[in-house]
């Protein structure tokens, strides 16, 4: 019964992300605003960027935040955005090879880390290893993980774990959400004792606490590239990306804790 109400929950929020995504993108696109689609671990860091932004340009973004598999798919049925920021290479990849982004535009910007966190209150003790008991862990609970297929943290996670031999120990016990914030969320309301999530999300998130970070040679490197789309219009979209790429934006993304690659 709860694995059936968490699908349809799941379900919905996506559907309702792709109404707000479509609404946004027609709101940008009658007011000028820069349209941008962003992996919803990026949420408290592009607030204080398109604040500051704001501020030194007078003009005006409008960030719709998802998984970015969502959002890819978004763009791939014609959703009129500007700029793409992935959690991920995949889902740039995805959009590059249907000539959906401007080539020339794209570039690697952030790197992050994966971590395993539990409600703050949780007496949990892990240590991280090879084969460590995860489902000892979990004591019957769910382990939430963005989706496992599509959204980049859950792509992530499930391959750290399958190297660190666990995976097939704890498959079963999933609640995969509909990206990494909604995971986060499931842990913060003591709805699942144990979470994979960015650790981004989890720096501030209050309801939760890292008790493991996930070793990096155990899943691939957690890149965030960056591109204007191939659709995009908007004069300001250029000057909006170079905002991103600039000395004003980084210590912004590093006070989130994001690692900035240039």
Not at 145 to 153: F, L, N, Q
Request: net charge neutral.
């Amino acid at each position: 019964m709860a694995k059936r109400l968490l699908r349809r929950w799941c379900a919905a929020g996506v559907a309702m992300t792709l109404l707000l995504g479509l609404a946004a993108g027609q709101a940008a696109a009658q007011g000028g605003d820069v349209l941008v689609f962003a992996a919803a671990s990026l949420k408290n860091a592009l607030d204080a960027i398109d604040d500051q932004y704001q501020k030194d340009s007078g003009k005006h973004v409008i960030v719709s935040l998802a998984a970015s598999s969502t959002l890819a798919k978004q763009i791939e049925s014609g959703a009129p955005a500007d700029v793409f920021i992935s959690a991920d290479l995949d889902w740039m990849d995805y959009l590059a090879q249907r000539n959906l982004i401007k080539l020339e535009t794209r570039k690697s910007i952030l790197g992050n880390e994966l971590v395993l966190i539990a409600p703050k209150g949780s007496a949990v003790a892990v240590t991280i290893a090879a084969n460590f008991d995860l489902a000892k862990l979990l004591a019957g609970g769910k382990l939430a993980m963005a989706d496992t297929s599509a959204v980049p943290a859950g792509k992530y996670g499930k391959a750290a774990l399958e190297k660190l031999g666990v995976w097939d120990a704890v498959s079963g016990q999933v609640a995969q959400a509909e990206n990494v914030r909604a995971a986060l969320a499931l842990v913060a309301r003591n709805e699942a004792p144990l979470g994979i999530v960015y650790q981004t999300d989890a720096a501030v998130e209050p309801g939760v606490k890292i008790v493991g970070v996930l070793p990096a040679n155990t899943h691939p490197p957690i890149i965030y590239p960056i591109a204007l789309l191939a659709g995009s219009k908007n004069p300001d979209a250029a000057s909006y990306l170079g905002y991103l790429e600039s000395a004003k934006a980084r210590p912004l993304f590093e006070k989130q804790g994001f690692a900035v690659l240039q």
